[in-house]
């Protein structure tokens, strides 16, 4: 049985595809090259199917109309985190082909959709816990200067998988200068039960210096729909110095996160809370 996730509106019987004409496709063959699907297309009826050399999933993309495309998903996780972050309904069925978005209305959004989409499957398919014991088997970890040395090398290898996934902008302010930008978990590195959390790029976020300190210290945390909360400890003279807004919002927020944002709230962010 098919079921559907995400947010905006998808046909029951989606209409039949149109033929492509040569600029059409064109375009979204540049579309896909530009986000990362460098192996040249292949077609499956109506189909256009593209790939990476860069991880194994495939994405195919059918026109509908002059502006609307099907896209559809290779892998069932990588489908649904994409639905999520860019706010697509779509249906899930059984196959090859185990998520289909219908209704991507116009060029512009298909091509944030497939770029996006090759980003986060390179996120998904970063092995960043076999980066980081291959770069610390050698290492020791007999004394606290040791052990320090291996945390600074898997946070080095965590704030490479946040910056492309964040796309090298904060959460939640949007800088994007990314020498500024701190790679701040979620749930602590301390606190965490094993290195595959530890190392989880959903477990951390990309943020400017002055939002990752009011975070990391618990001044602020962030509410299942990812607006900002902010502590009653923290003075309204400190919030306006500090330029806490109200309307703080993080940029992508998928069931993902969902689980590290409610350890942060439990057991990071500090007491007397409320919303804004």
Request: glycine share 6%; hydrophobic share 40%.
């Amino acid at each position: 049985m098919n079921s559907t996730v995400g947010y905006s509106s998808v046909d029951a019987v989606p209409p039949s595809p149109i033929q492509w004409n040569i600029l059409e496709q064109t375009r979204v063959e540049k579309a896909a090259s530009d986000g990362g699907f460098d192996i040249t297309l292949t077609r499956e009826g109506s189909w256009l199917v593209f790939r990476s050399s860069a991880f194994s999933q495939r994405l195919g993309v059918e026109q509908q109309s002059a502006h609307t495309f099907r896209v559809e998903f290779s892998d069932l996780t990588w489908g649904k985190t994409v639905a999520e972050d860019c706010s697509l309904l779509v249906v899930q069925q059984e196959g090859l082909w185990p998520i289909v978005a219908s209704n991507v209305t116009g060029y512009d959004f298909l091509h944030h959709v497939l770029r996006r989409a090759a980003s986060l499957c390179r996120v998904l398919a970063t092995e960043t816990l076999g980066q980081f014991r291959a770069a610390t088997v050698d290492l020791p970890a007999s004394t606290e200067a040791e052990r320090l040395v291996i945390q600074r090398v898997g946070q080095d290898i965590f704030r490479r998988g946040l910056i492309e996934y964040w796309q090298g902008q904060c959460a939640v302010t949007q800088l994007d200068v990314i020498p500024l930008l701190k790679a701040s978990h979620i749930r602590p590195w301390a606190a965490c039960d094993t290195d595959v959390q530890r190392l989880d790029v959903f477990n951390g976020l990309l943020l400017a210096p002055h939002v990752d300190a009011l975070f990391d210290g618990g001044w602020i945390s962030f509410g299942d729909s990812g607006e900002v909360i902010v502590s009653e400890l923290l003075p309204m003279s400190a919030r306006s110095h500090l330029g806490v807004r109200p309307d703080w919002k993080l940029a992508s927020l998928t069931d993902c996160h969902k689980a590290y944002i409610a350890y942060h709230r439990d057991k990071v962010f500090r007491e007397q809370t409320r919303l804004w």
